[in-house]
Every structure is written in C-alpha cells, then in structure tokens.
Nanobody, 125 residues
Framework: QVQLVESGGGLVQAGGSLRLSCAAS????????MGWFRQAPGKEREFVAA????????YYATSVKGRFTISRDNAKNTVNLQMNSLNPEDTAVYYC??????????????????WGQGTQVTVSS
C-alpha cells in the first residue's frame, strides 16, 4: 500500500502562483510514476502532469505546459507541482496519484492505483 497526502492548495488571484506538494509513504519502491490530476465542478477528472519516479521524464497536459512544473524529491518521497500564471480555468480539486504499472498510460486516471484526498485550488479573476 501507498499513502498520499497533498498540501499547498488555496485561493490565489489570476496571474498568481501556487505550489502543491504530495507526500508519499508506505511501499514507495512499488511506485513507477506519480501524477497530478484535477477535477472541476461538473467536469470529469483530467490529467495535469506526471513524472516517473526513477528518472527525470515528465509529461504535461497541453493546457498547463509552460505554466506548471512537476518535480520529485526521492529523498523526501515527495512530488511537487509548481503552478504559475494561474487563471480561473485552473480552479479545481487537485489530486496526487501513484501508478505501479510500467505498461499503463500516464494520462489515464484509471491507470493509477493510489490517490490522495485532494486539495482545493481556487483562482479568482
């Protein structure tokens, strides 16, 4: 089992920045990839960014590329999401997730095995 706890959400004005963190515990060695997803009211959960646990490979949704940066700190077992140039369309609950399977697609939420409880990000106009 892997436990994930997100932190860092909050309220920010358009154009501002926030940094989300996800602390992983438990069977860290089983993790192949970590991802961030978000879900806005009335919408489906969507992929935001992902990073492979053992390499520097990163992946981004088109909507956040150039504004968001995902990084991981293996020594601290954390994954961070630096979000810059935020706009109201970024408002959502953000979830951290862990995937054990090398064969799955990084953008598919169904591929992830473990999820955090989510943290709210609200961007005001």
């Amino acid at each position: 089992q892997v436990q994930l706890v997100e932190s860092g959400g909050g309220l920010v004005q358009a154009g501002g920045s926030l940094r989300l963190s996800c602390a992983a515990s438990g069977r860290i060695s089983s993790i192949f990839r970590m991802g961030w997803f978000r879900q806005a009211p009335g919408k489906e959960r969507e992929f935001v960014a992902a990073v492979r646990w053992s390499t520097t490979s990163t992946y981004y949704a088109t909507s956040v590329k150039g504004r968001f940066t995902i990084s991981r700190d293996n020594a601290k077992n954390t994954v961070n999401l630096q979000m810059n140039s935020l706009n109201p369309e970024d408002t959502a609950v953000y979830y951290c997730a862990a995937d054990r399977d090398i064969e799955t697609n990084y953008y598919d939420s169904r591929a992830y095995d473990y999820w955090g409880q989510g943290t709210q990000v609200t961007v005001s106009s």
